[in-house]
């Protein structure tokens, strides 16, 4: 199975700030990777599919790299409702899901 | 627009069985796999299971294995999950969600409904 370990666990960050969380796979997944969003008591949000590609509909201040085991999202200048859980997921021969990122406002 | 709408949730006794729904409109259900995902109370995201387009692949997680069964009626633009001797470890929102392929590879989940709550306690 392949292992998805997200840093941090979670960050407090301000409205404007750039903010990068990492997700590292336990083995090779080449660009096989998406980020989700999710606010409480909704369901997740696709923001980033294949490593670097931006869902349609997500705002340019989101950004994905990253291929083999390190991946990185980024917020360019934090928004207020950007303030949310993140996951990252691989799908190589079936999905896993990092454990998830907290963001919270400083 | 899409729309993935889950149903059959509720709460169940341990050891017994429960059978989800979902729904699907405003894309071509059978051109897609389709999944079910579950978040446990104030936990992360995990992955159940997924059937392809045809219902000729599926998959699940260990933790379900033997217990659960995923299905489709793409007459019906419906998925199902049949779950079966249900352990309070089971009790989370369950989303059903469409499948990527990309460049024929599994890839990432699209769509996801609003999720249903399965409460598994004596």
Request: aromatic content about 12%; glycine content about 10%.
């Amino acid at each position: 199975d392949i292992q998805m370990t997200q840093s941090p666990s979670s960050v407090s960050a301000s409205v404007g700030d750039r903010v990068t969380i990492t997700c590292r796979a336990s083995q090779g997944i080449s660009s096989w990777l998406a980020w989700y969003q999710q606010k409480p008591g909704k369901a997740p949000k696709l923001l980033i599919y294949a490593a670097s590609s931006l869902q349609s509909g997500v705002p340019s201040r989101f950004s994905g790299s990253g291929s083999g085991t390190d991946f990185t999202l980024t917020i360019s200048s934090l928004q207020p409702e950007d303030f949310a859980t993140y996951y990252c997921q691989q799908a190589n021969s079936f999905p896993t899901f990092g454990q998830g990122t907290r963001l919270e406002i400083k | 627009q899409v729309q993935l709408v889950e149903s059959g949730g509720g709460l169940v006794k341990p050891g017994g069985s429960l059978r989800l729904s979902c729904a699907a409109s405003g894309f071509t259900f059978s051109d897609y796999y389709m999944s079910w995902i579950r978040q446990a109370p104030g936990k992360g995201l995990e992955w159940v299971s997924y059937i392809s387009s045809s219902s000729s692949y599926t998959n699940y997680a260990d933790s379900v294995k033997g217990r659960f069964t995923i299905s489709r009626d793409n007459a019906k633009n419906s998925l199902y999950l049949q779950m079966n001797s249900l352990r309070a470890e089971d009790t989370a929102v369950y989303y059903c969600a469409n499948l990527l392929l990309w460049f024929g590879e599994l890839s990432h989940f699209d769509y996801w409904g609003q999720g249903t709550l399965v409460t598994v306690s004596s």
